[in-house]
């Protein structure tokens, strides 16, 4: 994120939030390709330096939601006590985030925006590797294994895959937080990492 639009000052919150909404009105409007990011700022009534200190690029203001929902996640993983196994510690992680992890209207829009459009699923496909990357190094340094072993790396892209399909799901469905949260234990039970 670019330096001073911090998400835990409500004030730089509210600020990213109010553009991401009028992104997506545009994007909904007009489609992702024919609006710029001068347009963005201009609907939400600030200047483009102003954009840029919120989001560095068009993509960031289509993603921030899932951006800022991933960096807590591993933020949380790299706390968690290492004596729980490592599925138990991803199930916590998540359903600490709680109610943030439930789909709101607006996430539904920006699921439909990403799907019909081929740069922002090539963006959807960057951001998730690189939060595998994340996940391996987070797995490689609490099983004592590289990241680039195999068992770590096939294990992040699976929690990552597992993470997306549910959120899909939910957002897909409708679903409420018990049923997220159903959904994501059965899905969790169906890998078993060798190490753990």
């Known amino acids: 994120m670019p330096a001073g639009s911090s998400p835990r000052d409500p004030r730089a919150a509210a600020t990213r939030a109010r553009i991401a909404s009028c992104a997506l009105r545009l994007f909904q409007e007009h489609g992702y390709d024919a609006v710029t990011t001068e347009d963005i700022a201009s609907a939400a009534g600030i200047n483009p330096r102003t954009y840029f200190r ?3 690029t068009k993509a960031a203001v289509v993603f921030f939601t899932s951006e800022d929902a991933m960096d807590d996640l591993v933020r949380s993983l790299h706390r968690h006590d290492p004596r729980v196994s490592l599925i138990d510690a991803v199930i916590e992680a998540i359903l600490a985030q709680g109610a943030s992890q439930i789909p709101q209207p607006d996430d539904v829009a ?14 959807m496909r960057n951001r998730h590797a690189r939060y595998e990357e994340h996940l391996a190094e987070w797995i490689a340094r609490r099983v004592g294994r590289d990241t680039a072993d195999v068992d770590v790396r096939v294990v992040a892209a699976c929690l990552i895959a597992i993470r997306r ?5 939910a957002i897909r469905t409708g679903a409420d937080l018990a049923e997220a949260e159903r959904l ?8 078993h990492p060798p190490f753990d």
């Open 54 to 56: 919120h989001f560095a």
């Open 165 to 169: 399909v549910v959120m899909e799901d």
């Open 184 to 191: 994501l234990r059965r899905a969790l039970g169906m890998l």
């Open 110 to 123: 920006r699921f439909e925006l990403v799907r019909s459009t081929p740069s922002l699923l090539e963006e």
